[in-house]
């Protein structure tokens, strides 16, 4: 058995993956909370069926671990500084200002992302530092006039125009 390859290389391979990028938001209590994700994919079409993967020491874990619900919010083009500040700012001023509304689960939808997804946690499995929850989904909300939000080697990008 050969050696796992080491955490920089893998890091910086990584990088290389374009993705698009949401804000997973949750509620439990009474509480929301959101952070940004770029962790997310679809799994199935029949049953609907999406994954999102969270690192076990965000609190959006804890929250939907409680909540049992999660809705997956994937960003347009001009919402890059959502994504920003639902990485790396305080929790508590997150939703400040922000357009929101509460689906039927109770998770935030803000208001003018590309796609709103809202979900029920089919399972979760804890892999690594991470857990990867496994949703049914509910309802589905698409906003036809927006392209996505891109995210590459650490940077946020565009679709280019067609040639
Ligand atoms: C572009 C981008 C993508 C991210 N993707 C993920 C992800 O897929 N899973 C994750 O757990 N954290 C991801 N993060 C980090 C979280 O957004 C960040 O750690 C956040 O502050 C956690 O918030 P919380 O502890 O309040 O839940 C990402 C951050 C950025 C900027």
Redesign the pocket.
């Known amino acids: 058995m050969s050696e796992l390859v080491d955490k920089e290389a893998f890091t910086q391979a990584m990088r290389r993956w374009a993705s698009g990028?949401t804000i997973?938001t949750s509620c439990a209590d009474g509480e929301i909370?959101?952070?940004?994700?770029?962790?997310?994919s679809s799994v199935s079409a029949d049953p609907p069926l999406v994954l999102?993967?969270?690192?076990q020491?965000?609190?959006?874990?804890g929250?939907i671990q409680a909540g049992g619900i999660f809705a997956v919010n994937i960003l347009a083009a001009d919402q890059d500084e959502l994504?920003?500040r639902?990485?790396?700012t305080d929790?508590a001023e997150?939703f400040e200002g922000v357009p929101w509304t509460q689906g039927s689960t109770g998770a935030p939808l803000l208001v003018g992302s590309l796609v709103q997804v809202e979900c029920r946690v089919r399972s979760a499995h804890l892999e690594g530092s991470?857990c990867i929850y496994i949703g049914e989904v509910l309802h589905t909300f698409v906003r036809a006039d927006a392209e996505p939000l891109l995210?590459f080697d650490g940077a946020y990008r565009r679709l280019a125009p067609k040639a």
């Open positions: 990028v997973l909370h959101g952070m940004t994700v770029s962790a997310f999102v993967c969270a690192n020491s965000s609190t959006t874990h929250v994504s920003t639902f990485a790396f929790a997150r991470h995210y």
